[in-house]
């Protein structure tokens, strides 16, 4: 509906904006400034893709390796068709309904689609995009609250606390109280979070993807050295290191908190988390590979010893 307004020249619809916002609209964003800043979203938007959970479950329910790749070649080309879209959505936001009235609805710009769905379509268009929002927003909701508590119950309660022998009411029990946890720390960061602009909200989520799930399951397929010890070490520090780093950026500190300065000066902490999650797996793969062979050697030792003494 915008690119008929332009006979569908996406090259019209950028030289309508630069006309009505001068040439400089056309350059990038200030959201974004400092060039660390912008190389570190980018660490995190590529490879946190390939780390994000509905991208690996495709590798998980399909039945060889054929399907498995074409999952993943329709779900990553919908996902980079929609990132397209943004530009579309986007530069006709700013140019039908224009900043000033994205600011004034909500100062985070989160709700320039819902306005340039009015101006378009009117009342009636409003509503269909408002309630696909909200379903889309449902499912993902769901979605993520579900695998939370089945995470939560099934694999930490059942598997690591109990070794596989929890009984199943206890489960459920724990499944419930995981689901109503995270609901509850859910509702209190979407409330402190309130009026940043939620696409970059999403950026520091593909950080931690990008830190703790990409650099094991990189190293897991490409080098037979890696060990489990290695994999549970470099996923821990990836999340618990981006969380931090998150926590001592200006996004927090200085959005949120509204404090002058920050401790971390990135706001998006990408470029120094995923190689340092790279090293940690590493490091503590060799390392438990040379203890493992110190332990060989010193029971083949023993061994020896003992057949030595027997003769």
Known sequence: MVLARFHFNPAALFA???????????????????????????????????????????????????????????????????????????????????????????????????????????????????????????????????????????????????????????ELRVARVATVVLGIIAIVLAITFKGQNVAYMVSLAFAIAASANFPALLLSIFWRRFTTAGAVTSMLFGTLATLLLIYLSPTIQVDILKHPTAWFPLKNPALLTIPLSFVVGIVVSLLGAHAGADDRAHHRRMHLGELSADR
């Open 16 to 170: 309508a904006a630069a006309t009505k916002y001068g040439e400089a609209v056309l350059n990038p964003g200030k959201l974004v400034s400092n060039p660390l800043d912008t190389i570190s979203l980018g660490m995190a938007l590529m490879f946190g893709t390939a780390g994000l959970p509905h991208i690996l479950m495709r590798f998980y329910t399909v039945p060889d390796a054929r399907a498995a790749r074409t999952s993943v070649f329709y779900a990553t080309g919908l996902i980079g068709f929609f990132y397209l879209l943004t530009f579309v959505l986007g530069f006709g936001a700013m140019v039908f309904v224009g900043p000033d009235a994205i600011k004034g609805v909500d100062k985070g710009g989160n709700m320039a689609a819902p306005l340039l769905a009015e101006f378009l379509g009117g009342t009636a268009f409003l509503g269909f995009i408002a309630a696909v929002a909200f379903a889309t927003i449902l499912a993902v909701v769901a979605g993520l609250t579900l695998s939370g508590a089945a995470a939560l119950s099934h694999d930490l309660w059942v598997n690591a606390m109990h070794r596989g022998e929890a009984d199943s009411g206890d």
